[in-house]
C-alpha cells in the first residue's frame, strides 16, 4: 500500500482497536481515523462483571486506551461520540454524524474496517424498558449495575450463558439475593447437560436460585420493585434484573451499503476479513466466519478472536500477499461459578446431533494434579472424535482446578488434527504439585481407544428397561450412602469376580461406579466371562443431575 493510504476504523474495542494498532505498526505514515459511538474506544469487556462484583477495584484498569493513549502511542486519530450513518461505496466515503452537537461531515477512505460489535438482545416484551432492567455490554452499561445494587437487594439474571453465570456470581459476591432463570433445562447451554451438574451444583451452594426450562413473559412494574412473569405463570420478585440471553449484530450500516450478509445477520468475509466490497473489511462480533473442526459458518462474538481477525486485515491491507488468511474459529470458551470451573472448545454432542454428524464420546474423571499429594480435587474430561478416522471434534472440561489447562491443550491438539491414538502419547508437564503420570487427557484417549477396539461398550444414559442389571461396583457404604437411581445390585468390584453367580448371564448389564475406572475394570470382567455388558460412561459423578435425590458429594 502506499504511504498515503487513509483506513478509516468505524468501532474500536476489540477488532477496530486490533486493526488499527496492527496498522500503524506496519505503516507509520498512513492516515488512520477511528469513529466511535461510545464514550470508550478500547475496553476490556470481559472483566466488567468482576468490577460489578468487586473482585477488580480499579475502573481504570478496564479502560485498555482512551483517545489520548492512542494518540501518543499510536498517532492514531480516535473520535469518539462520533456514529458512522451511510456509506456511499462508490464514492468511497463515509457520513459520520457527531452526537454532541449533531453536525454531520463525509470522510473519505482508501481503506475501511467495519468492527461494529454487538448489542444485547432486548425481546419486545411488556415492561423491558423499565429502567430496572438492565444489560451489560459497556463501561456504561457496568457503572448503572454498580450504581444500582446495593447488598440485601433482590436480583434476577435471566440468560445462564456466560454473562448469566458471572453475574449471578459476582452480586452474590456484592450481597445480593440471585435468581438466574434460563429457557433451556440446564445452565450453561454452550456445554452438553451432564458437563453442567458441578457448575450447578456449586452455584446452588452458594444460593443462587436457579429455573430452569423457564423464560419470562413480562415484567410487570411496581413503585418498589419488579414483577417478573415467567412463561410457567411463576413470578420472581425483584430489585433489579440483568437480562443476558444473547446478542445480535450491529450490521444495519453494512446491510444498508448493501454488502452481503449470511442467514443470522453477520457480515460475510473472506478469509482475508474483506467484505463482499474488496475495499471493505470486517471484523468481531459482527462477521460470519468459517468453523475450523467441520467446514461450516459461524459467528463467535469473542474478544480471542475480533483481536486476530483485526490484525488479519491490518495485514491484508498493508501487507497484501504477505497477510496470512484467517483460518477459522474454534469457540475455546471457559466460564466460572464461585470455585468450579466450566468450558469448551470445538464442538458438543448436541451440536453434532442437531447437525446430523457421526461422532463418539466417552467422559473421564480424575484429579487436576496426582491424587496423593495434598489438595487433587475432582476433574472431568469429555471428548468428542470422529469415528471413521478418530479425528478429535471437540473437548469439555469441569473441575475446581486445571481446567483451563485441559482445554488448551485439547484446543490445540483439534487444531493440529490430532486423533484419538495422539491423546494416549502427549508427553505433558508432571511433577505431583501440577499433574499425574496419566494426566485426564491420558486417559480419556485410552478410554476413546477401548471403545473404538471394541473392549467396551459405553452408554451415557442408566436404562430403565428391567431387563438390563444394572451392577454398582462402589463400596458398599458409598453405595448406600449415595444410592445410583434405579434398581441396582450392588457388587463391589473386589468382590466381583466370586459373585458372577448373581447375574443372569442371559440378560444385558450396565456396570457403574463413581468415576467410570471401576466400571470399565468390570465391565472388561463380565464381557471376558460371556456377558452382554456397557460401562456407564464418565460415571455418577459425571451424569446424576444435581436436582436429583440420589446427589452424590463433590469432594
Known amino acids: 500500500m502506499s504511504t498515503s493510504t487513509r483506513l478509516l476504523v468505524i468501532g ?7 486493526c488499527a494498532a496492527r496498522a500503524r ?19 476490556a469487556n470481559c472483566g466488567l462483571p468482576y468490577y460489578v462484583g468487586g473482585e477488580i477495584g480499579d475502573r481504570a484498569a478496564l479502560a485498555v486506551q482512551t483517545p489520548a493513549s492512542l494518540k501518543g502511542l ?12 451511510k456509506i456511499d461505496r462508490a464514492g468511497k466515503r463515509v457520513e459520520v454524524k457527531y452526537l454532541a452537537d449533531g453536525r454531520s461531515e463525509w470522510i473519505s477512505y482508501d481503506k475501511l474496517m467495519l468492527s461494529p460489535g454487538a448489542s444485547p438482545l432486548r425481546p419486545p416484551l411488556p415492561g423491558i424498558d423499565d429502567p430496572r432492567v438492565l444489560t451489560l455490554r459497556n463501561l456504561h452499561d457496568m457503572d448503572r449495575i454498580v450504581a444500582a445494587t446495593e447488598e440485601g ?45 458441578l457448575l450447578e451444583s456449586e452455584l446452588r451452594r452458594h444460593d443462587v436460585g436457579i429455573v430452569l426450562g423457564d423464560g419470562v413473559a413480562r415484567f410487570e412494574p411496581q413503585e418498589s420493585h419488579l414483577r417478573c412473569h415467567l412463561t410457567s405463570g411463576k413470578v420472581l420478585e425483584a430489585d433489579l434484573v440483568i437480562l443476558s440471553i444473547g446478542v445480535k449484530p450491529d450490521t444495519e450500516l453494512a446491510r444498508d451499503a448493501g454488502l452481503a450478509l449470511g442467514p443470522r445477520g453477520h457480515i460475510v468475509v473472506n478469509d482475508f476479513m474483506q467484505t463482499s ?10 462477521v460470519q466466519t468459517q468453523d475450523r473442526v467441520i467446514d461450516s459458518p459461524i459467528n463467535i462474538p469473542m474478544g480471542g478472536p475480533a483481536n486476530r481477525q483485526g490484525r488479519v486485515a491490518a495485514d491484508h491491507i498493508f501487507l497484501a500477499d504477505k497477510a496470512r488468511p484467517y483460518p477459522g474459529s474454534l469457540g475455546t470458551a471457559i ?27 466417552v467422559t473421564v474423571n480424575d484429579h487436576q494434579h496426582a491424587t496423593y499429594y495434598p489438595g487433587a480435587k475432582p476433574l472431568s474430561l469429555k471428548i468428542i472424535w470422529e469415528p471413521e478416522s478418530g479425528r478429535l471434534l471437540g473437548a469439555q472440561a469441569t473441575g475446581c482446578e486445571g481446567v483451563d489447562k485441559r482445554l488448551d491443550v485439547m484446543a490445540t491438539a483439534i487444531l493440529a488434527k490430532m486423533g484419538i491414538d495422539d491423546l494416549c502419547h502427549l508427553e505433558l508437564a508432571y511433577a505431583p504439585p501440577f499433574g499425574a503420570a496419566k494426566d ?6 485410552f478410554a476413546a481407544c477401548n471403545r473404538r477396539d471394541g473392549l467396551v461398550r459405553h452408554t451415557s444414559t442408566l436404562p430403565t428397561d428391567l431387563q438390563v442389571q444394572i451392577v454398582d461396583v462402589r463400596p458398599k457404604p ?35 461406579c463413581a468415576f467410570g475406572k471401576m466400571s470399565y475394570f468390570a465391565a472388561r470382567i463380565l464381557a471376558q466371562e460371556g456377558f452382554d455388558v456397557a460401562s456407564f460412561s464418565g460415571g455418577l459423578k459425571a451424569n446424576v443431575d444435581p436436582r436429583s435425590p440420589a446427589k452424590l458429594p463433590t469432594a
Not at 452480586?171 to 447451554?189: A, C, D, N, W, Y
Not at 464442538?347 to 442437531?354: G, H, P, Q, T
Not at 485426564?440 to 484417549?445: E, M, T
Not at 445410583?484 to 469376580?497: E, H, M
Open 440 to 445: 485426564a487427557i491420558n486417559l480419556a484417549g
Open 335 to 361: 466460564v466460572r461459578g464461585f470455585d468450579v470451573a466450566a468450558g469448551i472448545t470445538g464442538w458438543s454432542e448436541k451440536r453434532l446431533i442437531a447437525a446430523g454428524k457421526a461422532y463418539q464420546t
Open 12 to 18: 474500536g474495542v476489540a477488532a477496530g482497536a486490533s
Open 74 to 85: 499510536l498517532n492514531l486519530d480516535v473520535r469518539t461520540g462520533c456514529e458512522a450513518v
Open 478 to 512: 458409598l453405595a448406600d450412602a449415595f444410592p445410583a437411581p434405579g434398581s441396582v445390585i450392588n457388587i463391589p468390584f473386589p468382590t466381583l469376580r466370586a459373585n458372577l453367580d448373581k447375574l443372569d448371564r442371559a440378560r444385558p448389564v450396565v456396570t457403574l
Open 25 to 43: 505498526r506496519l505503516d507509520e505514515h498512513a492516515e488512520i481515523i477511528m469513529i466511535e459511538r461510545g464514550p470508550d474506544v478500547s475496553f
Open 153 to 197: 437487594m433482590r436480583a434476577v439474571v435471566i440468560g445462564a450463558g456466560f454473562i448469566g453465570v458471572e453475574m449471578a456470581e459476582q452480586l452474590r459476591h456484592k450481597g445480593l439475593s440471585v435468581q438466574l432463570v434460563e429457557l433451556q433445562t440446564q445452565i450453561f447451554p454452550q456445554l452438553d447437560a451432564p458437563m453442567t451438574a
Open 277 to 286: 466490497d474488496a475495499d471493505i473489511y470486517a471484523a468481531g462480533d459482527a
